[in-house]
């Protein structure tokens, strides 16, 4: 019997085992006009806020 595995394959198996992807922090900031309202918009810097079109860098 041949059981050659593929070190590329087990090497994958491991990973989908792997832990904590569901958390990914949000890369940007919160718009401060929105916030003022209350809001949290987060914007990706050197975009504008999609709720009020403020620029945020
Ligand atoms: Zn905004």
């Known amino acids: 019997m041949c059981q050659h595995i593929p070190a590329d394959k087990v090497a994958v198996l491991s990973m989908n085992n792997s832990e904590g992807v569901n958390t990914v922090p949000v890369p940007g900031r919160r718009c401060p006009a929105c916030l003022e309202r209350g809001d949290t918009v ?16």
């Open 42 to 57: 987060w914007v990706i810097p050197g975009k504008c806020c999609p709720q009020c079109g403020t620029p945020v860098n």
